[in-house]
Structure formats: C-alpha cells, structure tokens
C-alpha cells in the first residue's frame, strides 16, 4: 500500500539466521500492527504499537521474535535463530482512527 | 475452534451474478467488523466496514451485521471477474488487533 512501505520484498534466510525486517509508514500515523500469514490461511495478528509503546505482543509466538518502533515511526520486527516454520508473509499495516488497516506490500520470508 | 470462521470455498459464480460470503465469530462483545479483498500474491485491502446491526451499501457491495446471531456476510451484486480473489472477514473487541479468518475464494466466471 501506497501509506505504508516494507522491506526486503522477498527475503531467503538460512536456518538459524537472524533477520531484520523493516517497516515504514507515512508520518503521523500513531498506530502500526504486524502480522503474520502463512500461505492459504488469513493475517495472524503478531503485535502492535501505539507511537513508541508496545501496547500488545500477545501474537507472538515464541522469545525468538521481537518488534521495536523506537521513535514512534519506522518499525522492525526481528527474528533470531529463524526456523523453517517462520516462512510466512510478514505484514506490517497502519491503523486508522476508525479501526481499519491498511497493510504495507508484505515481506515474503522463506527459511532453506 | 477459530475465533473468526468462514467458509475456505471455493464460491465460483457466474459473471453478473450475486456473490454472497459468510462469516461467524465466536466472542459476543466483538464491536467492529470488516472485509478485506486480497488478489493473489498481494496484501489485504478493505472493502468494507461495518459497526452496527443491519446493512450497509457501497456501490455493488454491502455488507450485513447480526450481533445476536454472531453473523457477518458480503454480497457483491453484478460479480465481475476482477472481483475473483479471496475474501477475509476481520473482527475487532476494541482499540488494538484485528482477528481475521482464513478467507473465501472467489471466482467469477467470464
């Protein structure tokens, strides 16, 4: 989406590989979501700011993931020591005062 | 159980046709309800809202509400080809995470 840009488009990692994935939405956005879909079921809410504030990381799924918005603009979701089960699209999206998303182009992650 | 149900389909419908998609969801204080269309190999985009019971039209589209059934649908009149795509129903509790279902594809035969 034209509000919200990401990358790497595409992104190959070794197992147990580290990886950094950026999020950029247009300023003044306050809320930023990510999201994880796997191919062929619907966006996985993985964890949410409001500005700088992690509000909610409930979604995700084990210690080895990790979000940080730390200027309450550009976010990155971290993930260490990838396995093959994290191959998924990552959506980042922005929030509007009235509820809705509008999600980034996603960044496509495969694990070899 | 998911907490946002629907049908994975396929739902193939013919040009000019109506396409109707259902969707259920199991938490009763849910308060804001939305359709998003995603095209292969693309993200979510939002077609629709919805916040209280009833009906609410946008052009081809409208979307129907009942809290007390738990019930949510999409009726797309006049389906197109490009309407061909998958269709994700999103519920919210409050200000934070949306929870979507898997989707329902559609496809729209010329």
């Known amino acids: 989406g034209a509000g919200v840009s990401q990358s790497p488009r595409y992104k190959v990692a070794k197992r147990g590989q580290d990886v950094a994935l950026r999020c950029d939405p247009i300023?003044?956005?306050?809320?930023l979501f990510w999201y994880q879909q796997a191919l062929g079921q619907g966006p996985e809410f993985l964890t949410y700011?409001?500005?700088?504030?992690?509000?909610?990381k409930s979604g995700l799924p084990s210690d080895r993931f990790f979000a940080e918005r730390p200027e309450g603009s550009v976010s990155t979701l971290k993930i260490q020591r990838t396995q093959q089960e994290d191959s998924a699209v990552y959506l980042c999206?922005?929030?509007?005062?009235?509820?809705?998303?509008?999600f980034g182009s996603g960044t496509q992650l495969s694990v070899l | 159980q998911k907490e946002v149900e629907q049908n994975s389909g396929p739902l193939s419908v013919p040009e000019g046709a109506i396409a109707s998609l259902n969707c259920t969801y199991s938490d009763r204080v849910s308060q804001s309800f939305f359709w998003y269309r995603q095209y292969s190999g693309k993200s979510p985009e939002l077609i629709m809202s919805?916040?209280?019971?009833g009906d609410k039209e946008d052009g081809r589209f409208t979307a129907q509400l009942n809290k007390a059934s738990q019930y949510v649908s999409l009726l797309i009149r006049d389906s197109q080809p490009s309407d061909s795509a998958t269709y994700l129903c999103?519920?919210?509790?409050?200000?934070?995470?949306?929870?979507f279902g898997d989707g329902t594809t559609l496809t729209v035969k010329p």
């Open positions: 300023s003044g956005h306050v809320s």
């Open positions: 999206a922005i929030g509007t005062t009235n509820e809705k998303l509008f």
């Open positions: 919805i916040y209280s019971n």
């Open positions: 999103a519920v919210k509790v409050n200000a934070g995470k949306s929870t």
């Open positions: 700011f409001q500005n700088e504030a992690q509000l909610d």
